[in-house]
């Protein structure tokens, strides 16, 4: 198992910019989940899913959505980069929330 | 607000000690606690978790303990080596709003040969 992958590794934007982080896992989890992680504040949670077609907001969700097509799937995307999104963005699974949360190796941002 | 507190923020010691690595928190209404290793640069790795009805896990050197009506896990780790340099992370899932694990800020851990 490749378990939780993230592309790209890096990533640099300028303001206005939009892109998609790319999230998969080949574990067959339901749950997935978006946290960034920023000096001096911890992970914080963005989005999460608890199934294909599922998703809800985290607490820090403003200027990104995401989608759950597929149960291997979890995209998030940044509608119109800005300078406070710079951040290393991680991706998360579990089969379910009694279980191991396992994440992805994260993607560092850059928005100049 | 579940609240998460991992002390000291930077821990180094010589090769060889035993050490702990402790982690507060706010509500004891948790689902699980689980502890992560993060090398710099890198994603978090899944050390052990503990379900809120158990009092200990082990894997190899370390054990991890939890006290949730204290609101206290503590992470052990035997006989330290410098590959166990990293920051050390504990985060708790709540019971209500299960899908979001809440992080400590990290113990920073440096062992010295």
């Known amino acids: 198992n490749a378990g939780v992958t993230q592309t790209p590794k890096f990533q640099v934007l300028k303001t206005g910019q939009s892109m998609t982080l790319q999230c998969a896992q080949d574990?067959?989890?339901?749950?997935m989940s978006w946290y960034r992680q920023d000096p001096g504040m911890g992970l914080r949670l963005i989005h999460y899913s608890v199934g294909a077609g599922i998703t809800d907001q985290g607490e820090v969700p403003n200027g990104y959505n995401v989608s759950r097509s597929t149960t291997e799937d979890f995209p998030l995307r940044l509608l119109s980069a800005a300078p406070s999104q710079t951040s290393v963005y991680f991706c998360?699974?579990?089969?379910?929330?009694?279980?191991?949360?396992?994440f992805g190796p994260g993607t560092r941002l850059t928005v100049l | 607000k579940q609240e998460v507190t991992q002390i000291p923020a930077a821990l180094s010691v010589p090769e060889g000690e035993n050490l702990v690595l402790n982690c507060s928190f706010t509500?004891?209404?948790?689902?699980?606690l689980q502890w992560f290793r993060q090398d710099p640069g890198k994603g978090l790795t899944s050390l052990l978790l503990i379900q809120s009805s158990q009092r200990e896990q082990t894997s190899g050197r370390l054990n991890a303990s939890l006290d949730k009506s204290s609101g206290r896990s503590t992470l052990y780790i035997a006989a330290s080596q410098p590959g166990d340099s990293a920051t050390y992370l504990c985060?708790?899932?709540?019971?209500?709003?299960?899908?979001?694990?809440?992080f400590g800020q990290g113990t920073r851990l440096t062992i010295n040969p």
């Open positions: 998360a699974s579990s089969n379910d929330r009694a279980n191991t949360q396992y």
């Open positions: 985060a708790v899932r709540k019971i209500q709003g299960a899908q979001k694990l809440v």
């Open positions: 509500d004891s209404a948790i689902y699980n």
């Open positions: 574990m067959n989890h339901e749950y």
